[in-house]
């Protein structure tokens, strides 16, 4: 190589600016000890994630700090928020020797909290094939359909498991990194308590312990000193604390008390937004924030099984009738994304619009021909109707579900809100038990197969809409069999074409977070789901 | 009639505001469809969050409908649970309260021994217990309100039916031969009435603010029908640093609609009640 005076000149400076600049780079970048962490949270209904009531999103926040899996989304700010690219976990590394076959090499030297009753003891294989066990066999589990495909699990040695499927699940390793499913759990606890209900029962292998659980308060989490990756996590202490009422925790952050936003996954609603920044930028001018599309995604759903929602006509009208662009106007501040079948949000997986073939049309707002199709399906007048309905809370969700019942209105379909308390919609109508129609949001999964295979798949327990379609049927097999993410992502696309035309569920648009964090929180990076604790774990505090 | 409500003006002029406000809480109420310029669900297009104008007398709401439509379909909810929670509540309270008065005794004991259990929960849990059972809307609410001011309702009529009960012009009717119809129809219900009345016109404010709390908690109608407490609660909390005017207007319309009730029954308690007869407000 050759080098001009002038460029060897060039060089030699920058040469000279770097070494000055760079131990203060490095300063700026070495990672800090001690600290505590405040955030607010949700008041967990108790603590075991695999029992009933273990779908519960505020059950799985708080014990993604305590708990470790076997795999885990890589987190911090280089990861894009909507993609989730794996790592290990408690596995060291894997291996799939068939389509069927996984084999995990476990870490050695991994150690459960050191609280009674496990004591410190060294974590192995057999403890993660008590968990799966437990996860697919206890009753009232309703994730236990994610690992569904397990047929066995088996330790080979102190440090080896392997797990045999039914059928290849090409979903296998990111279903194992959802938060949603399997955290390792020692089986003294479940033995000693009779279940994982009690505090004293939250005892994993994960970066931070619990320390105090105040019901309907808050709780405390302390490091573990312990922990398998030696010098993480940074941060020493994390302080939850449970608020229930909005205007109080959005005073409570303008204040200055939470480090991240006070909605989940750590953002602040936009309504909120739009009337609180300029007040932030005096307050708290150190904030950082990141804009990504909500994986929250909401859907009218419906009896396709019968009358009139039976027919395809009546489901493309419905689609018609509602003017997502202005819901995203009416509820999200003006910015949000359309959803087709998979979720905007899960930028891989979701079908971009101008690639949805004729089924696109269905989601443009055009009431004239909603109501041609619907004279066409025999219903001129259109029909009376309920949406089964739950406020989640949410002034968000009662000014949509607002905006969808006028829209079905003005094509004649009378729609009346059902409204029913959490508890008795969660039962019934998420599950598909209702007569006409219901709107809500699923839960934000992580995966395109959840919200396909799920929601479409004949009776499947979320298929809400109860659609029973043998070419989504076929499509949705072959994809959870295609190992190829090309080939799969092809498919998957194909799927939503298809369901683009057929419209089972009638998706509305989603919103577009703002992820909001305190600047003294560094390499913490903002992403989609519950894994607080991993999207912390590596984070720590520069004050 | 008419110099009979100048005279009643003229010595409770806050009763007749209060006799105003119910009137014309009534009237919006039972002619909604053509006093508001909109539908209660109409979207105006480029109308959203706008502040109060020639255009829209209360401004629009953030999902572009007007305010002042939306507040005057919202009466059609207060007055409603209102007006049904209260007859009901009435006639079951005077039923109670009556026969537990009047035949005293043991019934008399054990009646009263429930309605002091009911009393003792806080009435929230009550109500809140009633709706979580029933689910929310019109009827459930009405019911839930039902039972709780029938319980408080009837005390006070028994209270007033034992003074009844012990005047000599009942006695002269036992001792005539009278059955024990004749005697509450002829003899009791006829002295209690202005209590009962007295008790009406001042629980609708009562019922008209527990209804707007327990929209304010989600067990109301359901949206997008509005009521007052509703609309309170959900936007109007959400928008009010940014459009004050969609929680302002609900409330005001809560607390008029609360004033007029009180003033009115506070008048009618003067008029109708012989020992405060006279009294001047």
């Known amino acids: 190589m050759r080098l001009s005076r002038r460029e060897l000149l060039a060089l030699g400076g920058l040469t000279l600016v770097g070494t000055a600049v760079a131990p203060s780079l490095a300063r700026g970048q070495t990672p800090k000890r001690g600290g505590t962490l405040s955030l607010k949270t949700w008041d967990p209904p108790h603590f075991d994630l695999h029992g009933a009531g273990g779908i519960s999103y505020k059950i799985h926040i708080p014990l993604t700090f305590t708990h470790s899996r076997l795999l885990k989304h890589k987190a911090g700010p280089q990861v894009q928020p909507g993609t989730f690219p794996l790592e290990g976990d408690l596995a060291e590394s894997w291996t799939q020797p068939t389509e069927t076959t996984y084999i995990f090499k476990l870490r050695r030297g991994v150690r459960w909290h050191a609280k009674p009753p496990v004591n410190g003891r060294e974590l192995t294989a057999e403890d993660v094939v008590y968990t799966v066990e437990r996860f697919l066999t206890l009753k009232g589990n309703a994730n236990a359909y994610m690992l569904a495909s397990v047929a066995k699990v088996e330790p080979l040695d102190r440090h080896t498991v392997k797990f045999t499927l039914k059928e290849p699940f090409a979903w296998f390793l990111d279903i194992l990194a959802n938060p949603m499913a399997v955290a390792i759990i020692p089986k003294e606890c479940v033995e000693k308590f009779g279940d994982l209900k009690k505090p004293e029962s939250v005892v994993g292998t994960g970066p931070w312990m619990l320390e105090s659980y105040r019901p309907n308060v808050g709780m405390t989490f302390m490091r573990n000193p312990n922990y398998f990756i030696p010098g993480l996590p940074h941060v020493d202490r994390v302080e939850m604390f449970v608020d229930e009422d909005k205007a109080s925790r959005i005073a409570a952050f303008l204040t200055g008390k939470y480090d991240l936003g006070t909605e989940f996954p750590g953002t602040i609603d936009r309504t909120d937004w739009v009337q609180i920044k300029d007040t932030l930028q005096s307050k708290r001018p150190n904030l950082k924030t990141l804009e990504f599309t909500a994986n929250v995604m909401s859907h009218i759903s419906m009896r396709t099984d019968a009358k009139p929602f039976g027919d395809v006509r009546v489901r493309q009208a419905m689609s018609m009738a509602i003017d997502r662009r202005a819901l995203i106007d009416a509820v999200f501040e003006g910015v949000g994304a359309m959803n087709p079948p998979v979720p905007a949000a899960l930028r891989e997986w979701s079908i971009p619009f101008d690639q949805l073939g004729d089924g696109a049309k269905y989601y443009t707002y055009d009431p004239k021909e909603a109501r041609r199709l619907l004279a066409a399906a025999g219903y001129p007048n259109g029909f009376p109707g309920s949406i089964c309905f739950t406020t989640y809370g949410s002034t968000i969700l009662v000014d949509a579900a607002q905006v969808i019942v006028k829209s079905l209105k003005d094509i004649g379909i009378d729609a009346r809100l059902d409204t029913k308390e959490y508890g008795a919609y969660v039962s019934t109508c998420f599950y598909g038990k209702f007569d006409s129609m219901a709107f809500g949001p699923q839960t934000p999964y992580l995966e395109p197969d959840n919200f396909l295979y799920g929601q479409y798949y004949p009776g499947e327990l979320k298929n809400q809409s109860h659609s029973d379609d043998p070419v989504v049927a076929d499509m949705l097999v072959r994809q959870r069999r295609t190992f190829d993410v090309a080939k799969r992502r092809e498919i998957i696309f194909e799927i939503q074409r298809h369901l683009a035309k057929q419209q089972y569920y009638v998706q509305t648009p989603s919103g577009v977070y703002v992820a909001v964090w305190e600047g003294a929180l560094k390499n913490y990076g903002p992403n989609l789901g519950y894994d607080y604790g991993g999207r912390l774990m590596a984070a720590w505090l520069d004050r | ?281």
């Not at chain 2, 009393?119 to 029933?134: E, N, Q, W």
């Not at chain 2, 005017?245 to 004033?259: E, K, Q, R, Y």
């Open chain 2, 1 to 281: 009639m008419l110099r009979a409500v100048g005279r009643f003006a003229r010595k409770k002029p806050l009763g007749a505001l209060g006799a105003l406000i119910v009137v014309a809480l009534l009237l919006m109420a039972a002619f909604a469809e053509r006093i508001a310029p909109y539908g209660y669900d109409d979207p105006i297009r480029g109308a959203r969050m706008r502040p109060p104008s020639a255009a829209h007398w209360l401004g629009t709401d953030n999902l572009s409908r007007d305010m002042w439509s939306r507040v005057v379909y919202g009466a059609r909810v207060s007055v409603t649970v209102g007006f049904a929670t209260i007859a009901l509540a009435t006639f079951l309270a005077t039923v109670v309260g009556v026969s537990s008065g009047y035949f005293g005794g043991a019934y008399d004991l054990v009646v009263q021994r429930v309605v002091d259990a009911w009393l003792s929960f806080p009435y929230l849990v009550i109500i809140l217990s009633v709706m979580a059972v029933l689910g929310p809307g019109l009827l459930n609410l009405v019911v839930a309100l039902t039972i709780l001011s029938a319980a408080v309702n009837s005390r006070v009529i028994r209270g007033a039916t034992i003074a009844v009960a012990q005047s000599t012009y009942v006695e002269a009717a036992r001792a005539l031969g009278c059955g024990h119809a004749r005697i509450i129809t002829r003899h009791i219900l006829p002295n209690v009435t202005a209590t009962v009345i007295i008790l009406a016109t001042i629980g609708l404010g009562a019922v008209t603010l527990a209804e707007s709390a327990l929209s304010f908690l989600g067990f109301g109608v359901p949206p997008p029908f509005p009521s007052w407490g509703a609309m309170l609660s959900g936007s109007g909390r959400t928008y009010m640093f940014r459009a004050p005017w969609m929680a302002v207007w609900p409330g005001v319309a809560i607390s008029l609609a609360v004033f007029g009730f009180n003033m009115l029954g506070d008048a009618l308690r003067d008029v109708l009640d012989p020992r405060l007869r006279g009294a001047t407000r």
